[in-house]
């Protein structure tokens, strides 16, 4: 098939299922700076006693953590699940590929002198792999404790996130372990989303300089919505927890 066998359709699959991710990063990160505005408003660390779904009285970022837990996210997350796969599955397939075609390691070759030219360009795969090597971490501190026991009946259930982000985040070195994971998450996004972008036809003389830029206001966009929440989380934590 021809989105198989071409370098445009690998390439095609690649944008899409990295779509997916970013659409999910941008959710994610807004939901998770709810905690930072709870800060803001006197809400932050205020769960209701019960374990109903948007309960009154809850902080927003409770209320957004219970909408990750309504049923069409159950159905996303399969979806995302999939497409996360494929995205990295397929990664992996074209640099092998590349590899192969292009004599070694130490040959990298893209169709622009912009791409050639960044410094995220020529690393994506060795990105993807802290990315994906800290997502496992991650989950450990989240997802394990939260959807895990609710899809799955697995762990214990901890109904206050208020509680996750301080016992994650109030150790320096783990907060110092995230920011450097949300810096590579930045520089994947950085040319990610503009090749993303590019892939899709907005690569014309117009807009190749506009879709780059875009892309980096994103990536900062995303970055700081993860660093606020964790910063916040450690600030909470260590200096102003009853």
Same mark, same amino acid.
């Given at each position: !098939?021809?989105?198989?066998?071409?370098?445009? =359709?690998?390439?095609?699959?690649?944008?899409?299922?990295?779509?997916? %991710?970013?659409? #999910?990063?941008?959710?994610?990160?807004?939901?998770?700076?709810?905690? *930072?505005?709870?800060? $803001?408003?006197?809400?932050?660390? +205020? +769960?209701?006693?019960?374990?109903? %779904?948007?309960?009154?009285?809850? =902080?927003?970022?409770?209320?957004? /953590?219970? #909408?990750?837990?309504?049923?069409?996210?159950?159905?996303?997350?399969?979806?995302?699940?999939?497409? #996360?796969?494929?995205?990295?599955?397929?990664? /992996?397939? %074209?640099?092998?590929?590349?590899?192969? &075609?292009?004599? =070694? +390691?130490?040959?990298?070759?893209?169709?622009?002198?912009?791409?050639?030219?960044?410094?995220?360009?020529?690393? !994506?795969?060795?990105?993807?792999?802290?990315?994906?090597?800290?997502? /496992?971490?991650?989950?450990?501190?989240?997802?394990?404790?939260?959807?895990?026991?609710? !899809?799955?009946?697995?762990?214990?259930?901890?109904?206050?996130?208020?509680?996750?982000?301080?016992?994650?985040?109030?150790?320096?070195? *783990?907060? &110092?372990?995230?920011?450097?994971?949300?810096? @590579?998450?930045?520089?994947?996004? /950085?040319?990610? #989303?503009?090749?993303?972008?590019?892939? +899709?036809?907005?690569?014309?003389?117009?807009?190749?300089?506009?879709?780059?830029?875009?892309?980096?206001?994103?990536?900062?966009?995303?970055?700081?919505? $993860?660093? &606020?929440?964790?910063?916040?989380?450690?600030?909470?934590?260590?200096?102003? @927890? @009853?």
């Amino acid at each position: !098939m021809f989105i198989f066998n071409s370098s445009i =359709g690998k390439k095609f699959i690649q944008a899409i299922s990295g779509a997916f %991710l970013v659409l #999910f990063l941008l959710l994610h990160g807004t939901i998770n700076f709810f905690s *930072v505005i709870d800060s $803001f408003t006197g809400k932050y660390g +205020v +769960v209701a006693a019960d374990e109903n %779904l948007f309960s009154e009285g809850d =902080g927003l970022f409770k209320l957004g /953590c219970d #909408f990750m837990s309504t049923s069409i996210i159950d159905i996303m997350v399969p979806i995302l699940a999939l497409g #996360f796969l494929v995205h990295i599955l397929y990664g /992996c397939w %074209l640099t092998w590929q590349n590899i192969r &075609a292009r004599g =070694g +390691v130490k040959r990298y070759e893209v169709s622009s002198k912009a791409a050639a030219d960044s410094w995220s360009a020529r690393n !994506m795969f060795v990105l993807g792999i802290i990315i994906l090597g800290f997502i /496992c971490v991650h989950l450990t501190h989240f997802w394990a404790k939260m959807q895990l026991p609710e !899809m799955f009946g697995i762990g214990n259930y901890e109904n206050n996130p208020y509680l996750l982000l301080n016992a994650t985040f109030g150790n320096w070195w *783990v907060l &110092a372990l995230y920011l450097l994971w949300f810096v @590579a998450i930045w520089f994947h996004l /950085c040319h990610g #989303f503009w090749s993303m972008l590019q892939t +899709v036809g907005w690569n014309n003389q117009v807009w190749f300089k506009r879709v780059k830029v875009i892309g980096v206001i994103f990536a900062t966009i995303i970055f700081l919505l $993860f660093a &606020a929440t964790a910063v916040n989380a450690f600030v909470q934590a260590n200096f102003l @927890a @009853a």
